[in-house]
T-cell receptor, first 116, second 110 residues
């Protein structure tokens, strides 16, 4: 299965600033996904990122707030812009492992963001 | 909204089989049942998925009822490391949008 790393693992940021989270995969994958997990809650999909095309955002998430880059088949970034305390969450990236030919997703360890 | 219903929490003794139920009464014919788990402070981990037939892998077994309206994830010999939140998700195989419910918090007790 694909191995996924995220940077940073955690950060404490001031409101009004922005943070870019990196997601690196050890193999080439077509689909990458970004999720948010608010404290004590389940996962919510933010967007789907395919290489070479604009990310597709879910209802309630907009590109101005969560711009995403997908420059190649092994890397993606999510930026949380103009942060407020409500953005304090764990942000997770996941991928679908193309080599397996099935549709299970593999997740990174997450980035724990605290906005003060 | 999630298309599945799971009990919020369960306990199981170490070494015993843990049976986690999931109701998905509105599942459509081409939707799969997926199970993931999330150990504290980690990203979710894929466990198993199935369409109609029962499935088994090195981690668990998935039993799907004949009418497909419910399923059970079985961890045959639970260990303390199996303590986690277990999510049952219904999704199209070609649809990557996993809708996550609240899951079942499984606590394995020594």
């Amino acid at each position: 299965s694909a191995v996924i790393s995220q940077k940073p693992s955690r950060d404490i940021c001031q409101r009004g600033t922005s943070l870019t989270i990196q997601c690196q995969v050890d193999s080439q994958v077509t689909m990458m996904f970004w999720y948010r997990q608010q404290p004590g809650q389940s996962l919510t999909l933010i967007a789907t990122a395919n290489q070479g095309s604009e990310a597709t955002y879910e209802s309630g998430f907009v590109i101005d707030k969560f711009p995403i880059s997908r420059p190649n088949l092994t890397f993606s970034t999510l930026t949380v812009s103009n942060m407020s305390p409500e953005d304090s969450s764990i942000y997770l990236c996941s991928v679908e492992d193309d080599d397996r030919g099935t549709y299970e997703q593999y997740f990174g360890p997450g980035t724990r963001l605290t906005v003060t | 909204d999630a298309k599945t219903t799971q009990p919020p929490s369960m306990d199981c003794a170490e070494g015993r089989a843990a049976n986690l139920p999931c109701n998905h009464s509105t599942i459509s014919g081409n939707e799969y049942v997926y199970w993931y788990r999330q150990i504290h402070s980690q990203g979710p981990q894929y466990i198993i998925h199935g369409l109609k037939n029962n499935e088994t892998n090195e981690m668990a077994s998935l039993i799907i009822t004949e009418d497909r309206k419910s399923s059970t994830l079985i961890l045959p010999h639970a260990t303390l490391r199996d303590t986690a939140v277990y999510y049952c998700i219904v999704a199209l195989d070609s649809n990557y949008q996993l809708i996550w419910g609240a899951g079942t918090k499984l606590i394995i007790k020594p």
